[in-house]
Nanobody, 129 residues
Framework: QVQLVESGGGLVQAGGSLRLSCAAS????????MGWFRQAPGKEREFVAAISWSGGSTYYADSVKGRFTISRNSAKNTVYLQMNSLKPEDTAVYYC??????????????????????WGQGTQVTVSS
């Protein structure tokens, strides 16, 4: 079993920054690919960013490229999402996800929810204009 706990959400003005954290339980965190997804009110959940188990590969949605950065610290069992130049359209609940099975290992799988088998409860990010 893996538990994921997100933190760092909040209210910020447009143009501001936030850093989300996702703390994971389990001794094998360093073997998991990790991802961030978000869901805005009335919309489907969508991919934001992902990072390979080694941290050597990262993936981003076009809408956040150049503004968001995903990283991980395996010593702390934590993955981060640094969000800069925030826009009102970034308002959403942000979810952390873990891939402990590595069934879908292609780079094309990273943006797909099916790759991930554990999910956090989410943290709200609200960007005011």
């Amino acid at each position: 079993q893996v538990q994921l706990v997100e933190s760092g959400g909040g209210l910020v003005q447009a143009g501001g920054s936030l850093r989300l954290s996702c703390a994971a339980s389990g001794r094998t965190f360093s073997t998991y690919a990790m991802g961030w997804f978000r869901q805005a009110p009335g919309k489907e959940r969508e991919f934001v960013a992902a990072i390979s188990w080694s941290g050597g590969s990262t993936y981003y949605a076009d809408s956040v490229k150049g503004r968001f950065t995903i990283s991980r610290n395996s010593a702390k069992n934590t993955v981060y999402l640094q969000m800069n130049s925030l826009k009102p359209e970034d308002t959403a609940v942000y979810y952390c996800a873990a891939d402990t099975r590595n069934t879908y290992y292609s780079s094309r799988a990273y943006p797909r929810e099916i790759k991930y088998d554990y999910w956090g409860q989410g943290t709200q990010v609200t960007v005011s204009s």
